[in-house]
């Protein structure tokens, strides 16, 4: 079973940067098997998603993140990132990892991920 483990989250002011990391603990979770995916969610809010990667789509976004937000995910590793640059309060979440197999038709609909991991938070002060 592939279990995911995030980390990168951290406090920071508006107008700064953080890089997050979801490692993902099975041998067979690489980025030419599976969709990967960022989502967030803030007390009060639905949750989100953010940004959405694989290697038969063009890479996803959403809008309030689009050109402040980067989704890579490094060949041979088993690790997803997610740059965040240009931090604003609205980015305050708790930031979650997703996967499931499967390349295509990759999109930021949770319904679709199976392996979740238990989030990392992101506090952005103004």
């Not at 098997?33 to 989502?39: E, G, T």
């Not at 041979?76 to 930031?95: E, H, K, V």
């Amino acid at each position: 079973d592939v279990q995911l483990v995030e980390s990168g989250g951290a406090s920071v002011q508006g107008g700064g940067s953080l890089r997050l990391s979801c490692a993902g603990s099975s041998d067979t979770f690489t980025y030419g098997s599976y969709c990967l995916a960022w989502f967030r969610h803030a007390p009060g809010k639905e949750r989100e998603g953010v940004a959405a990667i694989s290697s038969a789509d063009p890479t996803t976004y959403a809008d309030s993140v689009k050109g402040r937000f980067t989704i890579s995910h490094a060949n041979g590793d088993r690790i997803l990132y997610l740059q965040m640059n240009n931090l604003n309060p609205d980015d305050s979440a708790r930031y979650y990892c997703a996967a499931r197999r499967g390349t295509a038709r990759c999109t930021l609909d949770a319904g679709d991920f199976v392996h979740w991991g238990q989030g990392t938070q992101v506090t952005v002060s103004s």
